[in-house]
């Protein structure tokens, strides 16, 4: 597989099939395996690019200042496109992902076709009582990444028993995870807000999320109503991340929405 390197790091990529371009972002802490199913279900159709961000799975290292870790990152994705020769893609970011596919538009909005949001949020500032509450109980959730493997596998197991996809995969994730780039980059999404600013993205936006919690569908709606050209989905019987709890749901939206989007023209 291959290595580009830019910025004082190596990123790792995955390059598979041909036709227009689809590149997507996994999320914390996971790695370009969690798209297994999207890159078997589009890569007859489509080229499917599925990078490793700095600080996760094979790529190289996440060091500095918090505040640069989601330019860094959206840096390293603008290069690997020059590098490719490919002008414009449509990106696909799940959880954290969508977070980095938030911030690539807006920072490189001319190398964006068109963009598919799944499971994120525009922002974490909560609105009212209810949902501070909640962001609290995830944020101390957060910290169980500091359990051995070994004692964080029951939580996912008992968490994903209804998705055996997922569960497999963040069992994965969990085995493999860069504990302290992780932290980093959670760091990085709390110091966010992209919600006020998304009202600049022009492209054609999808957003997917999974009906389990009731916050991340509240959370998806407050942001893409923000977005003038976007749609919103909501998938019964899943959770982040929607794309490995029913993935063959998720893949018929995405083909769907691709199907739409004008590539000829901006």
């Given at each position: 597989m291959p290595y580009y390197n830019t910025n004082q790091t190596a990123i790792f990529y995955t390059d598979t099939g041909r036709g227009r371009p689809i590149l997507f972002i996994h999320g914390l802490g996971?790695?370009?395996a969690m798209f297994e199913p999207q890159v078997a279900a589009f890569r007859t159709g489509y080229r499917v690019l599925c990078?490793?961000?700095r600080g996760s799975g094979q790529s190289g290292r996440l060091t500095g200042?918090?505040?640069t870790i989601l330019d860094r990152q959206c840096d390293d994705i603008?290069?690997?496109?020059?590098?490719?020769?490919?002008?414009?893609v449509v990106l696909c970011g799940v959880s954290y992902g969508g977070v980095v596919t938030y911030h690539f538009a807006l920072r490189h909005p001319d190398k964006v076709r068109a963009i598919i949001i799944t499971d994120s949020a525009g922002d974490t500032d909560p609105t009212s009582l209810k949902e501070r509450l909640i962001w609290i109980s995830l944020c101390t959730a957060f910290w169980l990444i500091a359990l051995p493997a070994?004692?964080?596998q029951p939580i996912i197991r008992a968490q994903y028993r209804r998705w055996p996809l997922a569960c497999a995969q963040m069992l994965r994730i969990v085995g493999h995870l860069r504990k302290k780039e992780a932290v980093l980059q959670h760091f990085a999404i709390l110091r966010t807000n992209h919600t006020?600013?998304?009202?600049?993205?022009?492209?054609?936006?999808?957003?997917?999320?999974g009906n389990?919690?009731?916050?991340?569908?509240?959370?998806?709606?407050?942001?893409m109503q923000k977005i003038a050209r976007s749609e919103l989905y909501v998938i019964t019987n899943a959770v982040d991340p929607t794309n490995l709890c029913q993935p063959a749901n998720f893949n018929r939206l995405v083909q769907q929405f691709l199907h739409?989007?004008?590539w000829t023209s901006r």
């Open positions: 996971a790695s370009s990078p490793d961000l200042p918090i505040a603008a290069d690997l496109l020059d590098y490719l020769e490919l002008k414009q070994r004692l964080l006020r600013q998304l009202a600049r993205i022009h492209c054609p936006a999808l957003g997917i999320v389990t919690l009731a916050i991340s569908l509240k959370l998806m709606q407050r942001a739409k989007i004008n």
